[in-house]
């Protein structure tokens, strides 16, 4: 992707993210409740797909992360930052204080789409 392309794209997702901001910080309640239905689907559909892209191989390395030629799992950025930001409740909690999910933690892949289901309905 050469600069321009790349200057383009960043431009247009920052501008974006300006444009809901600002409905968010500033717009009366119809407007908010409009955005709400329209972003959110919009919102999880791109964090799935982000983390479809970072999902762990058998070995709990993230497959965009991780250099395939080392053996130790690195922790993926963007699923730290997926938890931070998408599951507040669970670092308020008390594990909150143990630095579990800022520290060094192995993604394990969940083996299939209905157990990570499972696993989200359990908390
Ligand atoms: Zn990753």
Do not use: F
């Not at 790349?6 to 993210?17: C, G, H, I, K, S």
């Not at 143990?98 to 520290?103: L, N, S």
């Amino acid at each position: 992707m050469d600069d321009v392309l790349r200057t383009t794209l960043y431009t247009a997702v920052y501008d974006r993210l300006d444009y809901l901001d600002t409905i968010v910080n500033d717009a009366d309640t119809p407007s908010r409740v409009a955005l709400a239905d329209s972003a959110t689907p919009m919102l999880t559909s791109a964090w799935r797909d982000l983390l479809n892209e970072h999902e762990p191989d058998e070995h709990g390395r993230c497959r965009a992360c991780s250099p395939r030629w080392t053996r130790r799992a690195r922790a993926c950025s963007v699923w730290q930052i997926a938890h931070r930001h998408l599951t507040p409740d669970v670092l308020e909690g008390p594990a909150a204080g143990d630095k579990q999910i800022a520290g060094r933690h192995t993604l394990r892949p969940a083996s299939s789409p209905a157990q990570r289901a499972g696993t989200s309905a359990r908390q």
